[in-house]
Structures are given as C-alpha cells and as structure tokens.
C-alpha cells in the first residue's frame, strides 16, 4: 500500500510524462513490481499509458473520474464532512448521484438518537421528487432540463415547479425540501462542485419533517457550508493535478 501510494505522490510532483525504467529508478524497486502497480493504476483510471509508452497521472485520490466509476474515492473524501454534519445537526445524511433520471445513494450516515429519519439507499429516486435531485439538476442547461422533463414524462405544471426549485437552489446554493417523497419527511440538499465546475454529488441532511423545519435555517447552512468545503478541496486537488502535469 504504501508504494503505491509513493508512486502516485511520485507522480504528482513530477511536471512530465515518465517511462518505467525512469519510474523504478525514481522509486527503487524493481521494474516488474513498478510495471505490475502502473497497470494496477492504470486500470483504476489513475495512470494513463501514452502512445510512446510512458505514463503519466490522470487524476489524484478524490478526483472525480469522466465515467463516474469512482464512487469509493468520493464517498472517503465526502464522509468525514458528512459525518461532521450529522453531529452538528442531529439528523441523518446522505451522499447521493445522479445516474440517468435517477438518485442513487452512495452512503449513510445516521445520529445517535432514538427518534430519526432513515432510508434504504439501495432503489433510485426520480430526480426531480428529492432535494438531492434538485441541486444536482440545477446546473444542468435549459435543454437539458427539458429533456428530462420529456423522459420522466413531467407535466407543464411539474416542468413549471422543477424550473422554480432548481432557480431557488441556484440563488440560495442549496435546495430546502419541507416535503419530502417520504410522508413525515423533510431534508435539505446542497451540490458538490468538482474541479471542472460541474455538479458531481449532492450533500444531503434529512429528518423527521416537524423537528427538521423548527431549525431548518441551521441545518440548511450547515448542509451549504458542508459542501461548500468539499468542493473547495476538489478544486484544490484539481489544481495540484494540474500542476503535476
């Protein structure tokens, strides 16, 4: 473990591609246990190999890859935000991804109190019903909003009442659900910026509805703030990316 973690700090401090003889030099050891990790990297979406042969760094741990394969390198970055946030606020929270029209729930996080919200995050949710869906859907273009107003066979009033909430989580930076698609429920949702400035994840609390909206204004800013710095520390591994290339 720890060498293969040598080897990806090796490559983002270095500014150019580099071939394996110059990689095992760099971090001695021999060229077939550094050939075995570059391929293990390689097939993770770490290391690219080029056309000449060399490689060179794709992206750190944390970076959000272009298929969205890594969802374990989100869920460790996000989780001890998440579970800060569920101290501060009492009530559950939740990591979430838009796939297609759906939500998909990636991680839980529950409080230590006998009264709560929980939810099995296993079946989808449509998009446009949750508060993670909204912020995940309010960057999209106006195209494609109508289109996936088109695909969940919306009607003009619930096409009217998507644009109104993804227009709010625009203004405010989250998206305040007093309502949620579970009766009894309410939950509070801000998006996660990656590096490239699109919405990869949603930052979810959500609670019993009557506790939930007597402090909705603390847990929404809890929930805004909470992003807020996981997307700040995307951006910051971006730019390290960046640099190492």
Request: zero cysteines.
């Amino acid at each position: 473990m720890e060498r293969v973690l040598d080897m990806i700090e090796w490559f983002a401090a270095t500014t150019a591609p580099a071939g394996l003889s110059e990689i095992a030099a760099a971090l001695v050891m021999p060229k077939s246990s550094a050939l075995q990790m570059l391929q293990s990297l390689t097939e993770r979406g770490y290391i690219q190999r080029l056309d000449n042969g060399e490689y060179e760094l794709r992206r750190l741990p944390g970076e959000i890859s272009a298929d969205g394969r890594n969802y374990g390198a989100l869920i460790a970055l996000v989780s001890p935000y998440l579970l800060e946030a569920v101290q501060q606020t009492g009530e559950s929270g939740f990591i979430a991804v838009l796939e297609d029209q759906s939500i998909r729930y990636l991680n839980k996080v529950l409080p230590k109190r006998e009264i709560l919200y929980d939810r099995d995050i296993v079946p989808t949710r449509p998009a446009h019903k949750v508060a993670s869906g909204i912020v995940l859907l309010s960057r999209a273009s106006k195209a494609e909003i109508d289109r996936y107003a088109v695909l969940a066979s919306l009607t003009e009033q619930e096409h009217s009442k998507l644009q109104e909430a993804i227009a709010s989580a625009l203004s405010s930076g989250f998206y305040l659900n007093p309502m949620g698609i579970v009766e009894g429920a309410a939950g509070a949702a801000a998006p996660i910026i990656g590096a490239d400035g699109k919405v990869v994840a949603a930052f979810n609390i959500s609670g019993p509805q009557a506790r939930f909206v007597s402090n909705s204004d603390r847990i929404s800013q809890v929930v805004r703030e909470a992003a807020v710095a996981v997307s700040e520390e995307l951006a910051r591994r971006g730019r390290r990316l960046s640099k190492g290339r």
